[in-house]
């Protein structure tokens, strides 16, 4: 395991961050406290210190498991969790970006953690009813009080992430540090807009779904055991498309000897930026298997043969721009040494 900066803090994170989404089967889904601690204790023995969780996670067990499962090594730990989805169905400030419901969950968050600060405190999802100034305002008081070290946002247009930006620098207020995103072979569109904001931001890239929701692992091709489905017949994860793409990405593996999970998240990990996956697991052999993507190092012809093979177009006005270097640099673009690209 190796470690990077977190955007334009000193925190040294590593290179793979756990998430643990999974932890808790409130929902019915996760794993129960033994096998929570088995995951953890599998990430952390690999040398991972990058936790990920969320208020919203299994109704706070997740941060509950967390909190406990760190308690004994506090400071070694860079833990994230998040706040904006509902706690309170029907309660209308129970829920969103605001300074009032930012308060109660980072309040709630500390406690179910068991710590009196946290690293990195992430916006969930933009809600289009708080105004930036009021969100940045409130993440800083919170960074001033002690309770948070840096801040977050996932789940936001690029447009909305820039403005806030802006904002804090100019203000002097503290500023995002880290942008989550879903990137996968099978989704890419983020390499439109996202991407390049973060880059220009100088902020720290974590990728939840890599594996898309199972699809990349190989399960849903024909021949696997019907036990292993999770997701529902006709769900867009399983378009043509994306089916298609595990395919190439089953081969890939079968020629090199790894898993299908190994070659999708060290295809993420090859990708320019400060790109850091999230992995998740249900048992201690699904996040084994994940963390076996650090001994897997694809050749530039397979790297090739997978960003052919998803690539997406990037649109108006990326397409257009590409097309009229001419246009704009007369000739000249080709003996220009430009670092912004």
Known sequence: ????????????????????????NDWQLGADRNESRAIFDAYANA????????????????????GEFISADREHFVIGTKFTLFTKRGEPNASGNGRKNLNESLNASLKRLGTDYIDLYWVHAWDFTTRPQELMRSLDDAVRQGKILSIGISDTPAWIVSQANTIAELRGWTSFAGLQIEYSLVQRT????????????DMTVCTWAP???GVLTGKYLKGHPESAVRLKPGSARLADRNISIAHEVAEIASQIG????QVALSWLRSKKGRITP??????KSQIEENLGCLNIHLSIEHLDRLNEYSSVELGFPHDFLSR???????????NLDNPLL
């Open 278 to 283: 999230i992995i998740g697991a249900r048992s």
């Open 324 to 334: 009229s270097h001419d246009l704009v640099f007369g000739g000249t673009f080709n």
């Open 47 to 66: 040398g991972g210190n990058f936790i990920d969780t969320a208020n919203y996670y299994a109704n706070g067990l997740s941060e509950k498991f967390v």
């Open 211 to 213: 594996l898309a929701a």
């Open 190 to 201: 983020v390499e439109r807009e996202l991407l390049p904001m973060a880059a220009s931001f």
């Open 258 to 261: 790894c898993s299908s999970s």
């Open 1 to 24: 395991m190796r470690y990077t900066l977190l955007g334009k803090t000193g925190v040294r994170i590593s290179e793979l961050c756990l998430g643990t989404m999974t932890f808790g």
